[in-house]
């Protein structure tokens, strides 16, 4: 089971912050996950929102600011929103990412990224907008990827299956055993988000879940369980 880092290691940091992220690495995550929208000069950055309001000194839609514009914002404790380039260097070599796609235009952009400078390995990709993770699977099929989801009504293994994607990726609150043995028997992965207390960890850890993101990656760390996780075809054995 893996343990991701949300937004880094938002718990402790500034969220999607480069010491968030180190934060993560440090607290011993195998994976970080992040969100990405692009500025007005075609810069994919690190940010949740579609507005910089929430997370910033600043106020306005991401999508209107150049990244010069944006970098001069503080994004908590004296932090920069980076850019995923900057991201992507600090965890290279250290830790997997998760993107998360967002923005307008940001499939091209991502996939970019991660063909020349990083290369087509440890790396999932996310989003809860099947159109973005379609339009990412057209430019780099081999990459993983999953439909984020809140929806406890929405089949999310069919959804998978269908879109052969590796991962299916609930919010914590409507994960059950019985999903986590239908993603398996599918040969899917599951990731479970916003998991953030000791018992829903227990309880996922014991229904096998294969990742879990956490704003306090050091509660999972604390168990002793993480280690690599199978990849769809060990699964199938």
């Excluded at 690190?46 to 507005?51: C, F, G, P, R």
């Excluded at 984020?148 to 089949?155: E, I, R």
């Excluded at 956490?214 to 060990?234: C, F, I, N, Q």
Aim: proline residues 6%; neutral net charge; charged residues 25%.
């Amino acid at each position: 089971m893996e343990i991701v880092g949300h937004r880094g290691a938002c718990g402790h940091a500034p969220e999607n912050t480069l010491k968030s992220f180190a934060r993560a690495i440090e607290l011993g995550c195998q994976r970080v996950e992040m969100d990405i929208y692009v500025s007005a000069d075609l810069i994919p950055v690190v940010i949740h929102d579609a507005t910089v309001d929430r997370t910033t000194n600043g106020k306005g839609p991401v999508e209107a600011m150049t990244f010069a514009e944006l970098k001069r914002l503080d994004a908590g404790d004296g932090e920069r929103i980076p850019s995923l380039a900057e991201v992507m260097h600090l965890c290279r070599g250290r830790v997997a990412v998760q993107i998360e796609l967002k923005g307008r235009g940001s499939p091209t952009l991502v996939a970019k990224q991660i063909e020349e400078p990083w290369g087509c390995q440890n790396v999932v990709i996310t989003s809860f907008k099947l159109s973005l993770l379609d339009e990412f699977a057209r430019i780099l099929p081999a990459i993983p990827m999953g439909l984020l989801n809140k929806n406890p009504t929405l089949d999310m293994v069919a959804v998978a299956s269908a879109r052969h994607h590796q991962w299916i990726c609930p919010r914590w609150d409507i994960v059950d055993r019985d999903l986590i043995g239908r993603a398996h028997k599918a040969a899917l992965l599951v990731y479970a988000y916003h998991v953030n207390d000791r018992p829903s960890i227990v309880r996922l850890i014991d229904w096998r879940v294969d990742a879990i993101g956490t704003d306090y990656p050091e509660m999972v760390a604390e168990l002793g369980v993480s280690k690599p996780r199978a990849t769809p075809a060990e699964k199938r054995k």
